[in-house]
């Protein structure tokens, strides 16, 4: 189960925007953003247009776009990846929302606690809901548009929804897991799954070789994979929720170096330009960094929200 999350947030550019119980301005800290000849984004009656949800026509056209869950009123906000304007809001169904997943084709995907509901572009009603999760945490979506939930509890596994199922079609366990945590797909489809160890045994990441079959457990242990994501040469990136950092990987163990050693890390998402955005839980910030370089190149900060997992559109491609 996640841990000790109330919502989320994530920003990439200059936003100004309202929050849920009225207006809150979410600005960058770098001097090229704040002198920025962009007009500021306003956005007026978000209290009564976030009981309903809206859409901006914009989020149909494919632009890319930020997703945000929230859990301190139950929302998906959606932003420009261009500018941070706020476009978009989703309340129908979104629960308790986690971890966040888009597919090729920019559907939304929502871990809601319970199950996993799914928005098409631009839609603030979902048009499947992936049932028999009960747990759900994280999820992730192939290429081909198979689904791999991570479920927690008392027996915690990752549901497979292969050739768009509302059921599950498999089952993934590990028989050492007590919580299952995070899913990440590698560039061969081969599934990594974050998960606490049972009585007394250390956090670990297993290996499911083409998302099936029994666990191959990594050399990857003593990490709490709270989120875990793929980034160029198929290399992982673990939020670890215990130390806390985020940490980069060349599988199957060798620890190349610290993206981030500040904050609460919680969820990791990295766009197609190299942007790596992470989501610093307790800070209320979303940070951006220049992966190559590891240097900090955006802070967003609002005192509105706790921000956890992301997902962005359009999706890295490993």
Known sequence: MKLSYVGLLVV???????????????????PDAATSTRPPVQVTRFEHVAKRGWMLPIVKTGVPLIYVGDN???????????????????????GSPGGLAT??????????GSNVAEYAPGATSPFKILAD????????VADDGTVY????????????????????????????ADDGLSVALDKHGNLYWGAQGGSGDSPFVDEFVGGKG??????IVNILAQWMTFVPDNRLVISDYNIPTVDEYALPSKFLRHVEQTGTPFGIALNTHGRLFV????????????????????????????PTGLALFPRFQN
């Open 12 to 30: 990439v550019a200059a936003v100004t925007s309202t929050g849920c119980n009225g207006s809150a301005s979410i600005g960058p800290t770098s």
């Open 103 to 112: 597919d090729t084709s920019g559907n939304l995907y929502v871990s809601t």
């Open 149 to 176: 939930v991570s479920n927690y509890g008392s027996t915690p596994s990752v549901f497979v929804y292969a050739g768009g199922a509302t059921k599950p079609t498999s089952e993934l366990f590990d028989a050492a």
């Open 72 to 94: 301190n009123c139950d929302c998906i906000h959606e932003y420009l990846q261009e500018n941070g304007a706020l476009v978009g809001l989703i309340t129908e169904a979104v």
């Open 133 to 140: 999760s009960q747990t759900s945490d994280d999820v992730v």
């Open 279 to 306: 989501a610093d839980h307790f800070n209320h910030q979303i940070e951006v960094y220049d992966f190559a370089t590891g240097v900090l190149v955006h802070t967003f900060t609002t005192a509105t929200f706790y």
């Open 214 to 219: 029994l666990p191959v457990r990594t050399k």
